[in-house]
């Protein structure tokens, strides 16, 4: 755990000035087998100090990896001479942030350092289930990871806090021959929030998934590509968190409404059916821990719901404390730095479409001929909100049925124009969590949703 050399250091921060002082520590471990050979293993460890001063309207910052009770100072000063600076020279005639929320604000884990053998023992022994059961694959990849984020926070105004956000995820990939003798991948994965201890404890508790990869990509390798055009389709929770995250979170990012998203016009409109509500989650949703709680963000706000569009209608951005005020919003805790050399940007946490009332069994009956679809490999958007994703699994519906397996495809669309086709939203949930968002710098998130119908444009062979 990392000390605290912070605290002591408040009678340090300039008077007339907004201060966040914030030691971090980044952890990444990795291990890959392909076909039972190691080609990675990897250990990383990231650790320093940062100071960040806004005054006037402008930011001075500072970092540097070293961190002890002199460099601590030495950052905090040098930040606010940066923040003096352009205050003289850059500044905007602003005051300080109105006054948020004082505290101090623990959520941390027992992170138990693990031996990096310890992974590969484990992603091992999953290869060589894999490889005894089912040697018919054409080849089979076992990733075994983990990260972690440790902060330790000291503001002026604001929540002081001490996070530790940890997860671990096995991936296995499967390799399997069409009939034509041509590749078909799949992937499952496994984990999420915790140490890989809590998450993994024995090998046997991974083959039924296992089993159900080697199921799933057996159907797709006798599936079909599907017919080209507008199609009513069920999206999967997988796909329809794929959705709330790329092509509706970025464009609501109030950094990104500045430069020109499509959701600056579109506040207080119709966006959606009346079923489409999305909300980006801060540490709980429905009674339950998100996939990555955050409690408190990096500008000391403590982190409540982003409630973004409700009954259809776009009714919020997230913010980060300077774009709330210039909004007249709230800022409920989504300035997010990945790493002690980074100022915290407006990042999502837990950003998710809200499950309906519907069972996926009648979505399914109600169509004649459409899709359901189920995975995804990549996906992409802009601030228009234009999006497109890889699908890598799916069926075909045909008479209310599922039929055939689907080959990869691709479903494309406009966020804001689709979601107002939506008409049938299941009562369950599904969450992701295994991936990092780009947006300058990573961020672990997480994003999920129920299954929706919808009309979208798919794509063929």
């Keep these: 755990m990392i000390q605290d050399l912070l605290t002591n250091k408040k009678h340090l921060f300039a008077d007339g000035a907004n201060t966040e002082l914030r030691a971090q520590r980044n952890t ?4 890959v087998l392909l076909n039972g050979n190691l080609v990675n293993n990897m250990q990383k460890d990231q650790f320093g100090v940062s100071a960040r001063v806004y005054e006037n309207g402008v930011y001075g910052f500072s970092s540097t990896a070293e961190y002890t009770d002199e460099t601590v100072k030495e950052v905090l000063k040098a930040a606010s001479e940066n923040a ?3 205050a003289r020279h850059a500044g905007k005639g602003k005051g300080l942030f109105r006054p948020e929320k004082p505290g101090r604000i623990i959520r941390a884990y027992d992170l138990t350092e693990i031996e990096q053998r310890t992974y590969i023992e484990f992603a091992s022994a999953l290869d060589s ?5 089912y040697p018919d694959l054409l080849s089979r990849t076992v990733v075994a990871m983990a990260d972690s984020m440790e902060k ?3 503001v002026s105004n604001g929540c002081d806090g001490h996070s530790v956000l940890p997860r671990s995820y096995i991936l296995v990939i499967m390799n399997y021959p069409t009939p034509e003798g041509k590749p078909v991948e799949l992937m499952k994965i496994f984990g999420g929030c915790g140490t890989f201890d809590q998450n993994f404890r024995k090998p046997e508790e991974c083959y039924a998934g296992i089993d159900e990869l080697y199921d799933r990509i057996r159907q797709k390798a006798e599936g079909v590509y599907p017919e080209a055009g507008n199609k009513t389709v069920i999206l999967g929770g997988e796909l329809s968190g794929m ?3 790329e092509a509706v979170g970025h464009t609501v990012e109030a950094d990104l409404v500045i430069g020109g998203s499509v959701a600056g016009p579109n506040l207080h409109k119709r966006v959606g059916s009346e079923l489409v509500n ?3 989650f801060a540490h709980t949703a429905f009674g339950k821990p998100a996939p990555l709680p955050v409690y408190v963000d990096d500008e000391g706000v403590e982190a409540t719901d982003a409630v973004l569009i409700k009954d259809g209608v776009l009714v919020g951005y997230m913010n ?3 774009s709330a005020e210039r909004f007249g919003m709230v800022p409920t805790g989504n300035a997010r730095a990945y790493l002690f050399s980074d100022e915290p940007l407006i990042r999502m946490r837990n950003t998710a479409v809200l499950p309906g009332t519907s069972k ?6 109600s169509i004649d001929d459409g899709y359901y679809l189920l995975e995804s490999n990549n996906g992409q958007a802009d601030t228009t909100g234009e999006f497109m994703y890889g699908v890598t699994f799916g069926y075909e519906i045909k008479k209310g049925k599922l039929g055939r397996a689907l080959l990869d495809t691709t479903v494309s669309g406009v966020a804001f124009d689709m979601l107002k086709t939506v008409d049938m939203i299941s009562d369950d949930m599904t969450w992701v969590s295994a991936g990092m968002c780009g947006k300058k710098q990573p961020m672990p998130v997480g994003m999920g949703g129920p299954a929706i119908r919808c009309r979208i444009t798919i794509g063929g062979r």
């Design 28 to 31: 990444n471990r990795q291990v």
């Design 84 to 86: 003096a600076f352009l």
């Design 129 to 133: 289930y894999i490889a005894q059961k």
């Design 152 to 154: 330790l926070l000291c």
């Design 243 to 245: 959705l709330a995250h």
């Design 278 to 280: 999305l909300t980006d």
């Design 320 to 322: 980060n404390r300077d």
């Design 360 to 365: 996926l069994a009648d979505m399914i009956a």
